[in-house]
DNA sequence: CTGTATCCGTGTTGATACTG
DNA sequence: CAGTATCAACACGGATACAG
């Protein structure tokens, strides 16, 4: 009677479900837990190692990362490999359904970047500001525009490339970039969404820009932000 | 000394924030709580009373709603408001920008509605259904199609309006609808996401309908789900 | 009737230290 | 490097009591 310890739970509060049939509160199910969709966003531009992992999420703790990477396995949202030698490292990279969810953090940065309360201040993942860039990317403001760009962020390297009205953004080296960008991701942020000018970047040694700055200057002006929303007290 | 409990905790630390520059990392600072994002859900569709919130979510706790409507206000996302008299109540509404999370939702229905583990006959809530609809449409299957339909769910009435390749669902009678379906939010995702029959769930009591029945058929075709996406431990 | 506050058992989270 | 172990703090959910 003591022992009757209702372990028998109906198996399905155990990981603590909604118990929804919602896809919404499924997906929430799945991901909802802290730290879980920050693993995702991190390993959307490719696979990485755990410590990479640890090293772009400052806050998370290992035994949180192991319990969420864990899960999100257990959901088929990403797989662990093992990379053949030399290389003999352990990956985890998300499933083909895994990248599919990139909508989700599409329009959770789009929503967001219109909170009164978002400090821009504070630090910013690589795979943030490049998620970002699709995520900004405005076709009207490219009108007319063709070029590629490289980013040197840190020990990575992507590549931005417009053209018709689109973007890409990969990691990648490029053989001929009109221009270089090379910088943390702060202030490439504050280039791009700050309008902090390139010559005080520059100065403050924070950046280095190489090639066209021409060109340079026009990407920076493709990734409109949206307008903030009223604080909370607000009139109506 | 015993009073020194650390309440200077950085506040920042305070409500458990990522400290992320990333507008998705912020938007889960704002709405990442368990049940802050089902909470705007079941306001997406116009503002309720707080007895309202519990009944569409019999998961959660007076404690815990309570604290989450605090939050969501404080964020600037919903806002309280006193209905005058004669109906005398206090409801929630969400903000204006509130109501444009919506896209959240409905890219986290989309992705999860692939996932392999979602289990469609879980309770399913008034709001859930018709968000779904918005959701899940599918212009191309409309093609050609212009309809007015009733949704009585519970004490709840919806019209769906189907006219050039769009769809509008909304809380609203309508005067003259094409036809009309009465039951309770499963048994029309029965017969929308289910294929199962519009007779058989007739004559199993769970919905009435009326009106033109192959107008009601062919709306019932409208809202295809995407193809699964593979469990956990599939070859590749 | 509509919430709000408090207590309490439990599970989750997070910091630190430690092991293969 | 890639995790595991331990433990303290907190969040969650249920129950109950209370206030307008």
Chains 1, 2 share one sequence.
Not at 30 to 37: P, T, Y
Not at 117 to 139: A, C, E, G, V
Not at 160 to 176: K, Q
Request: with cysteine.
């Amino acid at each position: 009677m003591s022992s009757e310890k209702i372990t028998d739970k109906p198996e399905a509060v155990r990981r603590r479900s909604y118990e929804d049939a919602c896809a919404a509160a499924h997906a929430l199910d799945l991901v909802g837990e802290r730290w879980a969709l920050l693993v995702m966003r991190e390993l959307l531009l490719g696979p990485k190692r755990f410590s990479d992992l640890r090293a772009a999420m400052p806050g998370i703790s290992a035994n949180v990362l192991t319990q969420r990477l864990e899960g999100l396995e257990e959901a088929g949202v990403l797989r662990r490999r093992e990379l053949p030698p030399p290389a003999a490292a352990r990956v985890y990279e998300l499933t083909e359904w895994g990248y599919e969810a990139e909508p989700i953090f599409q329009a959770l940065g789009r929503w967001a970047a219109r909170s009164p309360l978002h400090d821009p201040t504070l630090p910013f993942s690589t795979n943030s500001l490049i998620l970002s860039l699709r995520t900004m990317f405005s076709p009207a403001r490219a009108a007319g525009l063709s070029c590629l760009i490289a980013l040197r962020l840190g020990y990575e390297t992507f590549t931005a490339r417009v053209a018709d009205g689109a973007i890409s953004v990969e990691r990648a080296v490029t053989a001929a970039p009109d221009a270089t960008l090379e910088g943390d991701a702060r202030s490439v942020a504050g280039a791009i969404y700050g309008g902090v000018p390139l010559s005080a970047l520059e100065a403050a040694g924070a950046l280095k820009a190489s090639g066209d700055r021409a060109v340079l200057e026009r990407f920076f002006t493709l990734f409109p932000l949206p307008a903030k929303a009223p604080a909370p007290g607000a009139p109506r």
